[in-house]
């Protein structure tokens, strides 16, 4: 075998590597976690961690930041625990909601809480982790709804809302609630 074709294996090896490193941390093996494509996308609107709230959506009331930033969870994480295998790239695109929020309209303060273990506490809502989508532009966004069917806003109980996104509101090429992972 050539130096050229040896080159090239190994890059295209490196290449799906770095492509796999948004799996689930030992889940039940639904593949990645990352989902939708970011190029040339503008800025996410500004998180505002200090509030969680309850904020009207075409899929009904749903958990937002104070600023009106959709929050969702990732089915395979544990309660209270950040089960997410997550590399530097799939963190840019599920934010964590890090800091100590109070409860705004319709949130129950009851229900805020933090992750356990080692490492930055993250947010949690009914024992889930809370996620930002960095493709939600603003606020009202739902563009995260179902990706890979393990991303999903939830309501106020703390509940998983598994209803689709409309077509206009999950625009993402490539993004779809049948899994999208990087959108190609």
Known sequence: MSISRLTVAGFA??????????????????GSSGGGSQADSPAPAAMDSSTIKVSSSPLGNILTDGSGRTLYLFTEDGKNTNSMN?????????????????????AR???????????????????HPLYYYANDQASGDVKGQGIDKIWYVMNDKGTAIKTAAPAASNTDSGNSSTGGGYGY
């Open 86 to 106: 997550c590399d530097a790239a799939c963190i840019k695109l599920w934010p964590h909601m890090e800091g100590t929020p109070h409860a705004g309209e319709g």
């Open 109 to 127: 303060a009851s229900l805020i809480g933090a992750t356990k273990g080692g490492g930055k506490a993250q947010v949690a809502y009914a024992g």
């Open 13 to 30: 090896l490196a290449s799906a590597l770095a492509l796999a490193g948004c799996g689930s941390g030992g889940g039940s093996g639904s």
